[in-house]
């Protein structure tokens, strides 16, 4: 494998995204990717005890049904099939993986008709099978090894002055990595005290902050975008060299953020104790969730550790080896045997994931915590747009809030805190 090519999954350009109605896709993709990955799509769907799924699609209605022999493709509702309506855009953007299930669910560009939100998700993988060839997870298929082959020790964590060999590897395997003692306590002391001197210049539906409701009913902005703004320590600490040697564990050209004004080039998230309304603390998901996996993958998430975490302050969770499997995007189905792992950290010390590794944050027990979250992206390929379409932005900005309570609430019994 060339080196960088394990982090670089990008295998589609958005040049070449069109509008593909549903009589395009029967009459000309459907055909070619049965030929190509039919058995292997219905192979997935079997073993993952899927039922046939229908889409209505503006009223045209057809759908995927998994038998022996590989994945059938036939008109009208199947027998037994989870019934899922949607639009001919949406329906566009999914085929294409501008979107994902996860994606139509969150953005309220969807409703199940017969069977429930989490078929539809489960589906996810069935999908990826007959369009990209992607098989679906089956227990046992992910190995952690070292580089000699030897089995990998996948809690460890490593010092900036470790091998980079090894910790690449580490990342390659694993999917993530934990640092130790990579900046100092005194400058996540500065940055602690930035938080407190920029909430109040923050408000709810700014459009560039969170905000939950505690127990107590007290407000609380839980994350704040463009932080480099409101933080000379921030902006010092995201030009350093500690943070930029990051990028190079990834061996397929990483880039820093830019930090240009208005550009979210990092967030500050603090976690509160006892919410109970609005997103503080997310469940197992993946951020190429609701969708872009094959044009954006794999970015790299960093967190930094303003305070420690651990299991009383809510630390992050990682499901080892998650990106190297095709799993349902949210969630962690009782099928996946992948070992989940807890990453409790000291003042200073930085997480990193992968953007296609599955993670959670634990909610806060007896004491809040504070993070800077930032990244690293892929490089530009010469085919890529200089600015491709943002598909996506309604569901990251609160598209939720849409969902009825009834699908948040069956969406919710997929979805779990334990690590």
Known sequence: MAEGAALDRRTRFDHRVEDLDPET????????????????????????????????????????????????????????????VLGREAFSDWMQDQCSSMGLVLGGLVEMRRGGLDDLIEWETGLRALRDGRPAYAPGQVEFRGADGAPLDITRSFRPDDDPAEITHFLEQAGFLHLRGVFD?????????????????????????????TASGEE???????????????????????????????????????????????????????????????PWHQDCAIGRHSYDCCS????????????????????????????????VHPRVDLPRRALPTEKGDVTVHLSCTAHMSRPPRTRERRVLYTGFQLPRRPNDLVAPPDKLSRIREGAPKAMGAESRDRLGRTLGFEI
């Open 25 to 84: 896709f029967l009459g000309r993709d459907a055909p070619l990717w049965l030929a190509r990955n039919g058995v292997l799509a219905a192979r997935g769907a079997l073993e993952w005890e899927l039922p046939p799924l229908a889409l209505d699609v503006d009223g045209e209605c057809f759908s995927f049904v998994p038998q022996e022999g590989g994945l059938r493709i036939e008109s009208g509702v199947a027998q037994g099939a989870a019934v899922a």
């Open 300 to 331: 790299m998430t960093v967190g930094i550790s303003v305070t420690g975490s651990d299991v009383d302050s809510g630390e992050l969770g990682v499901l080892a080896g998650s990106h190297r499997a095709s799993i349902p995007p949210s969630g």
């Open 185 to 213: 306590e005194a400058v996540m002391d500065e940055i602690a005290r930035d938080i407190d001197r920029a909430i109040p210049g923050y408000a709810p539906d700014d459009g560039r902050s969170w905000w939950a409701r």
């Open 220 to 282: 609380r902005a839980v994350r704040l975008q463009r932080f480099q703004e409101h933080s000379e320590a921030t902006r010092s600490l995201l030009r350093s060299e500690p943070f930029l040697a990051i990028a190079d564990y990834g061996g397929a050209g990483h880039l820093p953020p830019e930090l240009s004004p208005g550009l979210n080039a990092v967030e500050a998230l603090v976690k509160p104790l006892e919410v109970v309304e609005g997103i503080s603390d997310l």
